[in-house]
């Protein structure tokens, strides 16, 4: 009840207004012929005449007689002197009162007796209160409610202690979709390293994150990514707290700085004092902080608020935020948010849903921040007809393109040609992108969103435990309902696409909420200064992008004995040229176009190219042979249009994105038959060093790790001291210089016609960024292969292959831009020092190619099993004088190797990363059918165990046994099968091998594969055919000697452990000729099953 109204007079105005509100409706619409005076109407005697009747002002004079005829009081005056128009009021409300006759006024005076009413009535209204204060009105100002926060105009912030994120995460993307808050801090998200950000993101939303290590405790924070926000150094301390502080930038002179906190209950009172510490030096600005602190801010311990008020920091949050389950009444005020600025602020508490902590927001008075709508420019398919777009390129004269000498002009007659009918049929239409994160979340989710919050506050403002135990079913069933509707929505989904991989992965991606949208950020940091204009932005996304490879130019001139490496001799290598490319390789090339990939910048999207390829080969195959002759190439087709994709961390700076350069189709079905072409001389010459295995048919990462681990073994089987210096290079790809480039292709035997097309190949390259629309100028590319091409991961291959020849008395082995060098020897510091000659011969080769090294990412480590090993080795240095780090794990090829070889954080990595998985599978499987199921398990898990598996089955038992259980979690996910149910039950209900027979039947393949002569060089001469002395039963069958190994760590090298195993498969395989691989592999099947042997 409101405080100006008394209870002995609620009624009376409340009736009395309802009955002046029916009269002055009947008053006002009656027509003028009508009024007239009543014979017994009450008529104001002549002396209350006024010279004015249309006076409007209400003297003290019409309270009195009011007060006097109405209310029963004294009058005021005995005598008044009323003008006209309040005598009409009067009478108005007198007979309101007391039923009778009204008398009507004229037209004339109709306006002024309203006015006379209206003010009259707020006069009664006054004095029938009864308890009337100086400044009527509620205590404080009303908190806004759910349906107020969501339909702010201004920023919101919301927390919520949720106690473990991931077994939530679909309720509080719900959160996200009904609430759209600006930032939603988690308290208590139990968040592990190993928890990538993929799998708890929300679109529209980027997310900071401050984890601990131990259990427990934690603490993230989603802004809106259309807020320009970067995260200031942040503190987690064990067992005190974790805090996250991050700036948003609202304006050029303006920025407000938040931060999230969790302290746990048992944090030590030194944790206080070490939070002011941190937080002090950003309260210069405006500042809030949203947590859980465990203190009971309803009774405030003196300590804290004494903090609280050196810093100027208030407590916005006055309701209890978490209640005691049994009584609504008792709670504690434990959510905070502190800001320095409480008058900017309105807050409010809402239910309990995500956990037993009340979910806390605030409302900042003040403009919103808000993103434009995403503007996309696309092919407008809805009136397009597959048949009559035929028909049309059909009807054009594609052979005229024989006439035409230019390859610029074939081009363009090519070009026109086909994009004029094309825009005919499928123009370009620009379309508002809907940011519709949460395709299931329906209208009657909402609505019941809405009921539940309701019934929240109705629940706190009665403290009825009716009401709460209303509120509590109706709370549980919004959280079923959003299960549930999630859970039909993609089942409905994966039931539809079941023959269509792109759709079954698009929705995959749906579900992870993974975005691919290339929106452009609300600014950018150049430098030291920011742009928040789009149109600067993609300008200088494109001059960062442009200059990769300049920025690792070296900074000191080259010395002279760093030339590039020079090419090794060969005498006999015949000369190349181009042969002219056969219609049915491009025909074939066309059929086989992804239509969903994006078009280049000269707009022919793979989707239209693809149907029409029998009737544009032809041509296109002339315009590839017109570029060989002529040595050049369309300049359209070295256009790269650069799409900026953010990877993490600061959303300003440009080296937290990653160019994805798209060329043009065309292009690179042009180069994809070069570069058959190009790779068959170099392979059938074996131009390739015996140790790049970078891109190379039959190469792979396993083959070259398992190469050097085979040399490694065998250096510490004999009692050798090995050591390895992982090379790491800085933007390789970005820094290749195209004349030495040129000399490399030269000595290769390629001929004048050939380096003239690759001269022209590497002229004249531009990017644009693309982006939204919109479109950059164009900047020229004058370093490093094209990115996204099909030449450059070939000429990179060309360019660093003679690099080996510098290693002297170390080997190498390379692989793209990852070199291992390694050396082994019975002193430690003979290994060192001849390592360390090797790696400056090395590093002078890179110089030489102007490739520099990345020394902060250039580890040394030690290979140990048994001999001593030294407190402090020798320091590998570089050319510059900077030592290199000693580690004891490293991660080559995708592979970690650890200084014992015991593969135990592979292997730790591995059962990390497909926990993750399976968890994520598990909390969403009622999204999932069977075949869905299957499919994922298969092509995501089954993967990640596959590779190398050849490399780390020499680990322990103990060891395999832990991806044996993830393995089996896997299978129960598919199956439905409970916990107890055996493994090797679980085998026979998915029909899969087990982890061991899957291993080896990789292992046996790789051998068979290196005996045939099909793996890499340096594994087949690891493996010698075995010639029996006579002739016998089982001397007919292949063999394969066995080499000496000393210790039982020996017999794990590949050349020891291969020819074992092989021996041993022969006792019931008993090959006695080579059959094919294909066969093989059947008969293998056969022979490797899993026979249970469990008790």
């Known amino acids: 009840m409101p405080r100006c109204m008394s209870l002995s007079n609620v009624n009376m105005p409340c009736i009395l207004l309802f009955r002046l509100v029916i009269i002055v409706l009947v008053h006002n619409g009656a027509p003028s012929s009508t009024l007239h005076a009543p014979d ?56 309101a009162q007391k039923p009778a006759p009204l008398i009507l006024c004229p037209q004339r005076y109709r306006r002024p007796v309203l006015i006379a009413f209206s003010r009259t009535l707020i006069l009664l209204l006054l004095c029938s209160a009864g308890d009337v204060e100086v400044n009527p009105g509620p205590a404080c100002p009303q908190a806004p409610s759910f349906v107020d926060f969501c339909d702010r105009k201004s920023l919101g912030f919301m927390h919520v202690n949720i106690r473990s994120l991931l077994p939530k995460f679909v309720l509080l993307t719900a959160l996200a979709h009904s609430a759209n808050p600006d930032v939603l801090a988690v308290s208590e998200s139990w968040l592990r390293k190993a928890t990538k950000n993929s799998e708890i993101s929300i679109p529209n939303y980027n997310i900071f994150r401050q984890d601990r290590t131990a259990k427990g405790g934690g603490v993230a924070v989603y802004c809106r990514d259309s807020l320009q926000s970067n995260v200031i150094p942040s503190m987690y301390i064990p067992k005190q707290f974790e805090l996250l502080i991050f700036k948003i930038t609202l304006s050029r002179n303006k920025s407000l700085t938040v931060a999230a906190c969790y302290r746990p209950p048992s944090a030590p009172s030194c944790a206080l004092d070490t939070i002011c510490e941190l937080i002090t030096p950003h309260l210069a600005s405006e500042f809030v902080l949203l947590g859980d602190l465990n203190w009971d801010m309803l009774n405030t311990p003196p300590v804290l608020q004494s903090k609280l008020d050196a810093l100027n920091l208030t407590q916005i949050i006055k309701e209890p935020t978490r209640y005691n389950p049994n009584s609504v009444n008792k709670g504690t005020l434990i959510d905070v948010i502190l800001t320095n600025w409480p008058s900017k602020y309105t807050s409010a508490v809402f239910n309990q849903d995500l956990s037993d902590h009340c979910l806390i927001a605030c409302i900042r008075y003040g403009a919103a921040v808000k993103r434009p709508p995403l503007i996309t420019v696309k092919r407008s398919l809805k009136h397009f007809c597959e048949q009559a777009f035929l028909i049309d390129l059909a009807r054009v004269s594609w052979k005229d393109i024989d006439l035409i000498p230019s390859v610029e002009d074939a081009w363009s007659f ?10 005919k049929h499928a123009p370009f239409k620009k379309c508002r992108t809907k940011n519709r994160y949460s395709p299931w979340f329906t209208p009657d989710l909402t609505a019941l969103d809405q009921h539940k919050n309701i019934l929240w506050r109705t629940a706190i403002a009665s403290n009825s435990p009716r009401d709460m135990q209303l509120f509590r079913e109706v709370r549980n069933q919004y959280t079923q309902s959003v299960r549930k509707a999630k859970a039909s929505f993609f089942r409905q989904k994966f039931a539809s696409c079941s023959s269509n991989s792109k759709k079954f992965w698009d929705t995959v991606k749906s579900m992870e909420n993974k975005s691919t949208s290339s929106q452009l950020p609300t600014a950018l940091r150049l430098g030291n200064t ?35 490496p020079p090419a090794a001799p060969r005498p006999s290598l015949s000369r190349f040229s181009f042969n002219q490319i056969q219609i049915a390789d491009v025909l074939k090339e066309l059929q086989n176009l992804d239509p969903y990939k994006s078009a280049g910048l000269d707009n ?25 002759i002529s040595s050049e190439i369309p300049k359209d087709w070295k256009a790269a249009a650069v799409i900026p994709l953010f990877k993490g961390g600061d959303t300003l700076d440009p080296n937290c994105y990653r160019p994805i350069s798209i060329l043009p189709c065309l292009s690179k079905v042009f180069e994809s038959q070069v570069n058959k072409q190009v790779t068959d001389h170099l392979e059938s010459h074996r131009t390739f060093s015996a140790v790049q295995s970078g891109f190379r048919a039959g190469h792979g990462c396993t083959s070259a790790t398992l190469k050097v681990l085979n040399d490694i073994i065998t250096a510490i089987d004999k009692r050798q001291y090995c050591a390895a210096v992982f090379i790491d290079l800085a933007k390789a790809f970005d820094s290749v210089n195209h004349h030495i480039l040129i000399g490399r292709l030269r000595s290769l035997g390629f001929s004048d016609d050939c380096l003239a097309w690759f001269t022209n190949y590497f002229a004249d390259r531009v990017q644009c960024v693309k982006s939204e629309g919109m479109l950059s100028g164009p900047l020229a590319v004058s370093m490093g292969v094209p990115q996204g091409s099909i030449l450059g991961p070939t000429l990179f291959s060309v360019y660093i292959n003679d690099v080996a020849l510098a290693a002297g008395d170390s080997l190498i082995h390379l692989y793209a831009d990852d070199t291992i060098l390694y050396t082994f020897g019975p002193s430690l510091d003979t290994v060192l020092s001849n390592l360390q000659t090797s790696f400056n011969a090395i590093q002078h080769s890179f110089r030489g190619l102007q490739l520099l090294l990345n020394a902060s990412k250039t580890k040394c480590m030690l290979f140990n099993r048994s001999l001593p090993a030294p407190a402090c080795p020798t320091s590998i240095t570089t050319l510059d004088g900077s030592d290199l780090e000693h580690v004891d794990v490293y991660k080559y090829l995708g592979v970690w190797l650890d200084c014992k070889l015991s593969f135990q954080t592979h292997i730790k990595h591995l059962q990390s990363k497909i926990k993750s998985r399976v968890g994520f599978l598990f909390r969403n499987k009622a999204s999932f059918t069977h075949a869905a199921k299957l499919t994922l398990v298969k092509l995501t898990i089954l993967p990640i165990l596959d590779f190398g598996d050849v490399i780390y089955k020499m680990a322990s038992n103990t060891l395999l046994s832990k991806l044996d259980a993830v393995y089996h979690s896997a299978i129960r996910f598919v199956t439905k099968a409970p916990y107890t149910t055996h493994h090797c039950d679980l085998y026979a209900l998915v029909g899969w091998p087990s982890l061991h027979i899957r291993r080896q039947t990789h292992w046996l393949q790789v051998i068979y594969k290196s005996m045939l002569g099909k793996a890499p060089p340096y594994l087949s001469s690891l493996v010698t055919m075995a010639t029996p002395i006579r002739s016998t039963r089982s001397s007919r069958c292949i063999s394969l000697i066995i080499p000496k190994a000393n210790t039982s760590f020996g017999r794990l090298s590949f050349q020891y452990s291969a020819a074992c195993d092989w021996n041993e498969l022969q006792k019931s395989l008993k090959l006695e000729t080579f059959i094919s691989l294909t066969n093989f592999k059947h008969q293998l099947s056969e022979q490797l099953t899993d026979r249970c042997s469990c008790t």
């Open 414 to 423: 090519f070009k026109s040609n086909f994009l004029t009918i094309l825009d």
């Open 530 to 564: 920011v742009t928040t204009d789009k149109s600067m932005i993609i300008e200088n996304f494109n001059k960062h992008f442009s200059t990769a490879g300049h920025a690792f130019r070296l900074t000191t001139s080259t010395s002279a004995n760093s030339s590039a």
């Open 40 to 95: 017994n109407s009450f008529v104001p005697p002549p002396t209350h005449a006024v010279t004015s009747p249309i006076t409007t002002s209400m003297s003290r004079d019409t309270t009195s007689l009011i007060i006097t005829q109405c209310l029963g009081l004294p009058p005021l005056y005995p005598h008044p002197t009323i003008p006209l128009s309040a005598h009409y009021a009067l009478n108005i409300f007198y007979h």
């Open 604 to 628: 022919l999207d793979p989707l239209f190219l693809k149907p029409s390829a029998t009737i544009v080969a032809t041509p296109i195959t002339s315009l590839f042979n017109l570029s060989f």
